[in-house]
T-cell receptor, first 114, second 114 residues
Framework: AQTVTQSQPEMSVQEAETVTLSCTYD???????LFWYKQPPSRQMILVIR??????QNATENRFSVNFQKAAKSFSLKISDSQLGDAAMYFC???????????FGPGTSLSVIP | DTEVTQTPKHLVMGMTNKKSLKCEQH?????MYWYKQKAKKPPELMFV???????INESVPSRFSPECPNSSLLNLHLHALQPEDSALYLC?????????????FGQGTRLTVV
Protein backbone atom coordinates (compact mmCIF):
# COMPACT_ATOMS: atom_id res chain seq x y z
CA ALA A 1 0.00 0.00 0.00
CA GLN A 2 1.11 3.52 -0.68
CA THR A 3 1.99 5.85 2.20
CA VAL A 4 2.89 9.53 2.41
CA THR A 5 4.90 11.02 5.25
CA GLN A 6 5.52 14.64 6.16
CA SER A 7 7.99 14.79 9.02
CA GLN A 8 7.52 18.49 9.88
CA PRO A 9 4.18 19.09 11.62
CA GLU A 10 4.91 22.82 11.91
CA MET A 11 7.31 25.22 10.26
CA SER A 12 7.81 28.96 10.18
CA VAL A 13 9.55 31.30 7.78
CA GLN A 14 10.33 35.01 7.71
CA GLU A 15 8.54 37.01 5.08
CA ALA A 16 10.59 37.18 1.85
CA GLU A 17 12.73 34.20 2.87
CA THR A 18 12.75 30.70 1.40
CA VAL A 19 11.38 27.60 3.08
CA THR A 20 11.38 23.92 2.13
CA LEU A 21 8.70 21.48 3.19
CA SER A 22 9.59 17.78 3.18
CA CYS A 23 7.59 14.82 1.92
CA THR A 24 8.51 11.19 1.47
CA TYR A 25 6.35 8.44 0.10
CA ASP A 26 6.39 4.73 -0.43
CA UNK A 27 5.04 2.90 -3.45
CA UNK A 28 5.75 -0.12 -5.59
CA UNK A 29 4.31 1.54 -8.70
CA UNK A 30 6.61 2.94 -11.34
CA UNK A 31 4.20 5.51 -12.71
CA UNK A 32 2.31 7.89 -10.44
CA UNK A 33 1.66 11.53 -9.65
CA LEU A 34 2.54 13.72 -6.70
CA PHE A 35 0.82 16.85 -5.54
CA TRP A 36 1.18 19.65 -3.04
CA TYR A 37 -2.12 21.09 -1.85
CA LYS A 38 -2.47 24.24 0.25
CA GLN A 39 -5.29 24.81 2.73
CA PRO A 40 -5.36 28.36 4.19
CA PRO A 41 -7.33 29.15 7.32
CA SER A 42 -10.28 30.04 5.06
CA ARG A 43 -10.48 26.28 4.48
CA GLN A 44 -10.59 25.89 0.70
CA MET A 45 -7.91 23.51 -0.42
CA ILE A 46 -6.17 24.36 -3.69
CA LEU A 47 -3.53 22.67 -5.79
CA VAL A 48 -0.11 24.29 -5.57
CA ILE A 49 1.91 22.06 -7.86
CA ARG A 50 1.79 18.68 -9.57
CA UNK A 51 4.59 16.35 -10.65
CA UNK A 52 4.44 13.37 -12.97
CA UNK A 53 6.80 10.63 -11.82
CA UNK A 54 7.93 9.83 -15.37
CA UNK A 55 9.22 13.38 -15.82
CA UNK A 56 12.74 13.99 -14.57
CA GLN A 57 12.35 17.75 -14.71
CA ASN A 58 11.16 19.30 -11.47
CA ALA A 59 7.85 21.14 -11.67
CA THR A 60 7.73 24.88 -10.97
CA GLU A 61 4.86 27.32 -10.54
CA ASN A 62 6.01 30.88 -10.00
CA ARG A 63 7.49 31.00 -6.46
CA PHE A 64 6.80 27.32 -5.85
CA SER A 65 9.09 24.54 -7.00
CA VAL A 66 9.67 20.92 -6.12
CA ASN A 67 12.72 18.75 -5.68
CA PHE A 68 11.62 15.34 -6.90
CA GLN A 69 14.01 12.50 -6.13
CA LYS A 70 12.36 9.37 -7.51
CA ALA A 71 14.95 6.88 -6.28
CA ALA A 72 14.81 8.33 -2.77
CA LYS A 73 11.00 8.65 -2.96
CA SER A 74 11.28 12.24 -1.85
CA PHE A 75 9.15 15.19 -3.01
CA SER A 76 9.94 18.46 -1.23
CA LEU A 77 8.29 21.82 -1.86
CA LYS A 78 10.33 25.02 -1.94
CA ILE A 79 8.59 28.34 -1.46
CA SER A 80 10.70 31.33 -2.46
CA ASP A 81 10.11 34.95 -1.40
CA SER A 82 7.54 33.83 1.18
CA GLN A 83 4.46 36.01 1.56
CA LEU A 84 1.94 36.35 4.37
CA GLY A 85 -0.65 34.67 2.14
CA ASP A 86 1.48 31.52 2.05
CA ALA A 87 0.54 30.76 5.66
CA ALA A 88 -1.51 27.55 5.49
CA MET A 89 -1.56 23.80 5.98
CA TYR A 90 0.33 22.10 3.18
CA PHE A 91 -0.52 18.54 2.25
CA CYS A 92 1.65 16.33 0.13
CA UNK A 93 -0.42 13.80 -1.83
CA UNK A 94 0.13 10.72 -3.98
CA UNK A 95 -2.04 9.64 -6.89
CA UNK A 96 -1.72 6.36 -8.73
CA UNK A 97 -2.47 5.90 -12.40
CA UNK A 98 -5.11 3.30 -11.76
CA UNK A 99 -8.63 4.14 -10.75
CA UNK A 100 -7.86 4.86 -7.15
CA UNK A 101 -7.95 7.39 -4.40
CA UNK A 102 -5.38 10.03 -3.64
CA UNK A 103 -3.32 9.45 -0.49
CA PHE A 104 -2.72 12.55 1.62
CA GLY A 105 0.17 13.07 4.01
CA PRO A 106 -0.47 14.34 7.55
CA GLY A 107 0.26 17.95 6.62
CA THR A 108 2.70 20.72 7.59
CA SER A 109 1.41 23.92 9.16
CA LEU A 110 3.40 26.84 7.77
CA SER A 111 3.50 30.20 9.55
CA VAL A 112 4.91 33.31 7.88
CA ILE A 113 6.45 35.86 10.22
CA PRO A 114 6.21 39.52 9.13
CA ASP B 1 -15.98 28.33 -13.85
CA THR B 2 -13.52 26.41 -11.66
CA GLU B 3 -15.65 26.36 -8.53
CA VAL B 4 -17.06 23.65 -6.37
CA THR B 5 -19.91 25.11 -4.35
CA GLN B 6 -21.01 23.61 -1.05
CA THR B 7 -24.06 24.48 1.01
CA PRO B 8 -24.57 25.17 3.79
CA LYS B 9 -21.28 26.60 5.06
CA HIS B 10 -22.19 25.85 8.68
CA LEU B 11 -24.64 23.34 10.12
CA VAL B 12 -25.60 22.52 13.69
CA MET B 13 -27.79 19.47 14.13
CA GLY B 14 -29.07 17.33 16.94
CA MET B 15 -28.46 13.62 17.09
CA THR B 16 -32.02 12.84 16.01
CA ASN B 17 -32.12 15.27 13.09
CA LYS B 18 -31.97 14.54 9.38
CA LYS B 19 -30.10 16.99 7.22
CA SER B 20 -28.37 17.08 3.84
CA LEU B 21 -25.17 18.62 2.55
CA LYS B 22 -25.09 19.74 -1.06
CA CYS B 23 -22.26 20.09 -3.56
CA GLU B 24 -22.34 21.42 -7.11
CA GLN B 25 -19.79 21.78 -9.91
CA HIS B 26 -20.13 22.92 -13.51
CA UNK B 27 -16.71 22.02 -14.82
CA UNK B 28 -17.88 18.86 -16.58
CA UNK B 29 -15.97 16.73 -14.09
CA UNK B 30 -17.01 13.09 -14.01
CA UNK B 31 -15.75 12.21 -10.54
CA MET B 32 -16.99 13.70 -7.27
CA TYR B 33 -15.86 13.03 -3.73
CA TRP B 34 -16.87 13.47 -0.11
CA TYR B 35 -14.14 13.91 2.48
CA LYS B 36 -14.29 14.32 6.25
CA GLN B 37 -11.62 16.50 7.84
CA LYS B 38 -10.84 17.01 11.51
CA ALA B 39 -8.85 20.04 12.67
CA LYS B 40 -5.19 20.02 11.61
CA LYS B 41 -5.60 16.59 9.97
CA PRO B 42 -5.63 15.54 6.33
CA PRO B 43 -8.93 14.90 4.57
CA GLU B 44 -10.26 11.35 4.96
CA LEU B 45 -11.98 9.97 1.91
CA MET B 46 -15.57 8.86 2.48
CA PHE B 47 -17.13 8.28 -0.95
CA VAL B 48 -16.24 8.53 -4.63
CA UNK B 49 -18.75 8.83 -7.44
CA UNK B 50 -17.53 8.20 -10.94
CA UNK B 51 -19.85 8.84 -13.87
CA UNK B 52 -22.68 9.13 -11.32
CA UNK B 53 -22.04 5.66 -9.90
CA UNK B 54 -20.71 5.02 -6.43
CA UNK B 55 -17.24 3.57 -6.99
CA ILE B 56 -15.63 3.82 -3.56
CA ASN B 57 -17.20 3.65 -0.11
CA GLU B 58 -14.54 3.76 2.58
CA SER B 59 -16.53 1.72 5.11
CA VAL B 60 -18.47 4.78 6.18
CA PRO B 61 -21.29 4.23 8.75
CA SER B 62 -24.75 4.01 7.26
CA ARG B 63 -25.82 7.20 9.04
CA PHE B 64 -24.02 8.90 6.12
CA SER B 65 -25.80 8.31 2.82
CA PRO B 66 -24.43 9.77 -0.42
CA GLU B 67 -26.46 10.54 -3.51
CA CYS B 68 -25.45 11.71 -6.97
CA PRO B 69 -28.61 12.92 -8.79
CA ASN B 70 -26.67 13.98 -11.88
CA SER B 71 -23.14 14.67 -13.05
CA SER B 72 -23.08 18.15 -11.48
CA LEU B 73 -24.62 17.46 -8.09
CA LEU B 74 -23.59 15.47 -5.06
CA ASN B 75 -25.51 15.20 -1.81
CA LEU B 76 -24.64 13.74 1.57
CA HIS B 77 -27.66 12.80 3.66
CA LEU B 78 -27.12 12.76 7.41
CA HIS B 79 -29.23 10.93 9.97
CA ALA B 80 -28.75 10.03 13.63
CA LEU B 81 -25.24 11.42 13.78
CA GLN B 82 -22.96 11.25 16.80
CA PRO B 83 -20.97 14.12 18.36
CA GLU B 84 -17.76 12.55 17.02
CA ASP B 85 -19.10 13.16 13.50
CA SER B 86 -18.55 16.87 14.03
CA ALA B 87 -16.00 17.92 11.42
CA LEU B 88 -15.43 19.84 8.20
CA TYR B 89 -17.02 18.00 5.28
CA LEU B 90 -15.33 18.69 1.98
CA CYS B 91 -16.65 18.01 -1.48
CA UNK B 92 -14.25 17.73 -4.40
CA UNK B 93 -14.41 16.98 -8.09
CA UNK B 94 -11.93 15.94 -10.74
CA UNK B 95 -12.00 15.47 -14.48
CA UNK B 96 -11.73 11.72 -14.08
CA UNK B 97 -11.54 9.46 -11.03
CA UNK B 98 -7.93 8.57 -11.67
CA UNK B 99 -5.35 9.50 -9.09
CA UNK B 100 -3.43 11.46 -11.70
CA UNK B 101 -5.94 14.26 -12.03
CA UNK B 102 -6.15 17.42 -9.97
CA UNK B 103 -8.98 17.64 -7.46
CA UNK B 104 -10.92 20.87 -7.02
CA PHE B 105 -12.28 21.36 -3.53
CA GLY B 106 -15.22 23.28 -2.16
CA GLN B 107 -14.97 25.48 0.93
CA GLY B 108 -16.58 22.81 3.04
CA THR B 109 -19.47 22.54 5.48
CA ARG B 110 -18.57 22.93 9.14
CA LEU B 111 -20.83 20.40 10.87
CA THR B 112 -21.47 20.40 14.61
CA VAL B 113 -23.51 17.58 16.14
CA VAL B 114 -25.02 18.41 19.52
Amino acid sequence: AQTVTQSQPEMSVQEAETVTLSCTYDTSESDYYLFWYKQPPSRQMILVIRQEAYKQQNATENRFSVNFQKAAKSFSLKISDSQLGDAAMYFCAYGGTSYDKVIFGPGTSLSVIP
Amino acid sequence: DTEVTQTPKHLVMGMTNKKSLKCEQHMGHRAMYWYKQKAKKPPELMFVYSYEKLSINESVPSRFSPECPNSSLLNLHLHALQPEDSALYLCASSRTGQGSTEAFFGQGTRLTVV
